[in-house]
C-alpha cells in the first residue's frame, strides 16, 4: 500500500510541477547582446561574489526580457523572473546552472549564482559555452513575430 501512495505521489508531482517548466534556447552571442542592452551603468559596477548572491542584484534583474528560440524554431519573447534558470552546456560537455536574477556580464564571461541555497558562485567564458537553455518557471512568453 506504501509503495502505491508512493508512485501516486510520484506521478501526480511530476505532471503538476514538471509542466509548469518551458525551455527556451539563444546563443551565447544573442545573451551578451541583451544583456549588454539592458546593462545600468551602476550595474556593471556590481560584479562581485555578494551581488551575485542576492537576487534582482545581476544584470538579469534589470532585464525585462529576452528573445528567444522554443522548440519549434519560433522566436520567443520570455518575460525572466527569479525562479528562472540558465543551464548552460560548455564545449567541454560540463553543465552549468545559473539564476537568471543573480546574472553578471563582465567583459567575455558570465558570472551568477548556482544555488540559493549554498550562494555558489560560477562563472563560465562565453566562448566556451555550445548552448544556453532558459528554463522558466510561471513566466510569461510572447510570440516575438519575424525579425
Not at 550595474?43 to 548572491?53: C, D, G, P, R
Not at 558562485?121 to 510569461?140: A, F, G, T
Request: a neutral charge.
Amino acid at each position: 500500500m506504501r509503495t502505491f501512495l508512493f508512485s501516486i505521489t510520484v506521478v501526480v508531482s511530476v505532471v503538476v510541477f514538471g509542466g509548469c517548466a518551458s525551455s527556451y534556447v539563444l546563443s551565447p552571442d544573442d545573451l551578451a547582446a541583451q544583456l549588454r542592452a539592458g546593462q545600468k551603468s551602476e550595474s556593471a559596477a556590481l560584479a562581485s561574489t555578494v551581488t551575485t548572491q542576492i537576487p534582482n542584484h545581476g544584470i538579469g534583474g534589470s532585464v525585462e526580457k529576452l528573445l528567444c528560440t522554443d522548440q519549434s524554431g519560433n522566436s520567443i519573447w520570455v518575460y525572466p523572473n527569479t525562479n528562472t534558470e540558465f543551464r548552460i552546456t560548455k564545449k567541454s560537455g560540463e553543465l552549468a546552472t545559473l539564476y537568471f536574477d543573480t546574472v553578471l556580464l563582465e567583459d567575455t564571461k558570465l558570472i551568477g549564482v548556482s544555488s540559493r541555497v549554498q550562494k555558489t558562485q560560477r562563472e563560465v567564458n562565453l566562448s566556451d559555452i555550445q548552448k544556453i537553455e532558459l528554463y522558466l518557471v510561471n513566466s510569461r512568453t510572447e510570440p516575438a513575430g519575424p525579425h
